[in-house]
Structure formats: C-alpha cells, structure tokens
Nanobody, 123 residues
Framework: QVQLVESEGGLVQAGGSLRLSCAAS????????IGWFRQAPGKEREFVVG????????TYADAVKGRFTISRDNAKNTVYLQMNSLKPEDTAVYYC????????????????WGQGTQVTVSS
C-alpha cells in the first residue's frame, strides 16, 4: 500500500511559479507510475501530467505543456511538479496519484490518491 501526501500549495500571481511535491510512504515506490490531476470548482477532475516508474517517460496535458515539469526522486520517494508561467485557469485542487503500472498517463488505474492541495493563481 502507498500513502501519498502533497505539499502545501498556495496563492501566486499570474506568471509566477510554484513547486508541488508528492511524498510517498511504503515500499516499492519505484514500482508505481505517478500522475498529477487537478479539479477546479464546478469542473471535473482532469489529468495534468504523468511520469513512469523510472522517470524516463513523461506525458503532459496540452494545457500545461511547456509550462509544467514533472520529475521524481525514487531514493526520496518523492515526485515533484514544477509549475511555471501560471495562469488563473490553473487554479484548482491538485492531487497526486499512484498506479502500479509500467505504463504512464491518464488511462491508468490509479489506486492511491493524496488528499489534494489548493493552488490559486490571481490575475
């Protein structure tokens, strides 16, 4: 079993940057693909970015390509989401999730979820 804890989000001005982290407990963190999702008020949860077990493969939603970067440090059981050039439409609760899969992306079965962290981007 894996427990995921996201770092605190925050309030940032448009154009600014923020880095989120997702810390995992439990063994075999390197056996899990990780995804970041977000949910804005009144909207469905959407996939943002995913990273493979080794970190060698990443996939991004079109809305964040070129602005967000995902990385992972399996020795520290942590995944990072660097968010640059933030826009008001990035405002949402961000969740990290883990899938016991050798693939990556939005189509995986994500078994474990963090509690979510609020990111607010002001215009």
């Amino acid at each position: 079993q894996v427990q995921l804890v996201e770092s605190e989000g925050g309030l940032v001005q448009a154009g600014g940057s923020l880095r989120l982290s997702c810390a995992a407990s439990g063994r075999a963190f390197g056996s899990y693909a990780i995804g970041w999702f977000r949910q804005a008020p009144g909207k469905e949860r959407e996939f943002v970015v995913g990273i493979s077990r080794s970190g060698g493969i990443t996939t991004y939603a079109d809305a964040v390509k070129g602005r967000f970067t995902i990385s992972r440090d399996n020795a520290k059981n942590t995944v990072y989401l660097q968010m640059n050039s933030l826009k008001p439409e990035d405002t949402a609760v961000y969740y990290c999730a883990a899938s016991y899969s050798d693939s990556v992306g939005m189509g995986l079965n994500y078994d474990y979820w963090g509690q979510g962290t609020q990111v607010t981007v002001s215009s």
